[in-house]
């Protein structure tokens, strides 16, 4: 196929899934709550720019299970599986061959801090499942890790435009142990809905718990409505 075609055949598949999620984004919490919990101006979606507990940082912490993987870019694959019409497994050069994105969004940590204004550059979740096009019985996804972490989105969250694999932080090469060579970045969510060294998204018919929420952390974790546990 021509790379025109290819690229076409991603544009179509990206407006029939945000056809298909659009109201459910529209009317998600982070977006759509109307008594939002936090301080300080609004953010783009017009909640609170410090949402409630969270204390603004400007390092950048480290939080992990302890184990950062290495994997060499050459090595490097990420499987994209379960309730979709087509199963990719891509190289990286597949992954940078997708439409790259930028954005500059803020991180919540569920520790209470938060770290605004980050610029990142990789490529929407979106575009990806748009390759691979999530059947219509899919709902959620769990990504898994190259430590073994996981977690779980649904896919109303998944699929905002901000999700990003994220690949490129302020111009540089993500560092390994903020996630990199991919990780996953959730601005409108808790960051642990994030997988750093992820390996494999897999898209599901159901919600599955993932290894922080298995352990009392939320399946939603929205940071302006304090959803921290379930
Ligand atoms: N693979 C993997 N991803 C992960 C984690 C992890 O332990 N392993 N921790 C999560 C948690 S709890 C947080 S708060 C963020 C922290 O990202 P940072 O270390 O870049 O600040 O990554 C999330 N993603
Ligand atoms: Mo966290």
Request: charged share 25%; aromatic share 8%; glycine share 6%.
């Amino acid at each position: 196929m021509a790379e025109s075609d290819k690229l076409q055949r991603i544009v179509d598949a990206r407006m029939k899934l945000k056809a298909r999620f659009e109201d459910k984004i529209r009317n998600s919490p982070s977006v759509a709550d109307n008594k939002p919990q936090g301080s300080g101006n609004p953010n783009r979606h017009g909640m609170p720019v410090v949402p409630v507990g969270q204390t603004i940082t400007t390092k950048w912490p480290v939080l992990d299970l302890g184990i950062e993987p290495d994997i060499p870019l050459i090595e490097w694959q990420l499987k994209v599986d379960g309730e979709v019409e087509h199963p990719l497994l891509l190289s990286w050069e597949d992954l940078m061959a997708l439409p790259q994105s930028e954005d500059q969004s803020d991180f919540h940590c569920v520790t209470s801090w938060s770290k605004l204004n980050m610029n990142w550059k990789g490529v929407r979740l979106l575009d990806l499942a748009a390759v691979a096009q999530p059947k219509d019985t899919a709902t959620h996804i769990l990504c898994h890790a190259y430590d073994d972490y996981t977690t779980n989105l649904s896919l109303e969250e998944a699929l905002k435009p901000d999700v990003l694999l994220v690949h490129t932080y302020e111009n540089a090469p993500l560092p390994k142990e903020h996630g990199g060579p991919l990780r996953i970045i959730t601005p409108q969510l808790y960051a642990w809905k994030g997988a750093k060294w992820i390996k494999r998204i897999e898209f599901l018919p159901a919600n599955k718990r993932g290894f922080w929420e298995e352990r009392g952390y939320s399946n939603t974790a929205y940071p302006w409505r304090n959803d921290r546990y379930s």
